[in-house]
């Protein structure tokens, strides 16, 4: 059974910075992984991706300011995320997909497992 576990939400002011971390277990193969986000009201959006092979892929808001990272030896996905601002306030979900043959052609909220989220609120 896949499971991610997300942690490091929380409330910051406006230029602050947070850290996101979502732990995986179960997963098979090294796979595609990244977290998007959905405000309220909001359509989903992929924020940052990591493929199998290194490459990293990033929503143009958010590039320069957010850092997706991957520790295979700790089964650890994170996300550094600065210069926060009011926009960026949203429910991030960490996401796996369940292939490596095909997640390169999947977008992130296409994933197949997915995390409960963590909430990130950024006040002005």
């Known amino acids: 059974q896949v499971q991610l576990v997300e942690s490091g939400g929380g409330s910051v002011q406006a230029g602050g910075s947070l850290r996101l971390s979502c732990v995986a277990s179960?997963?098979?193969?090294?796979?595609?992984m990244g977290w998007f986000r959905q405000g309220p009201g909001k359509e989903r959006e992929g924020v940052a991706r990591i493929d199998f092979d290194g490459k990293t892929e990033y929503l143009d808001s958010v590039k320069g300011r957010f850092t997706i990272s991957q520790d295979k030896a700790k089964n650890t996905l994170s996300l550094q995320m600065n210069s926060l601002t009011p926009e960026d306030t949203s429910m991030y979900y960490c996401a796996a997909d369940r292939y490596s043959w095909s997640c390169k052609a999947r977008a992130i909220i296409a994933f197949d497992y997915r995390g409960q989220g963590t909430q990130v609120t950024v006040s002005s």
């Open positions: 179960g997963l098979i193969d090294t796979t595609c």
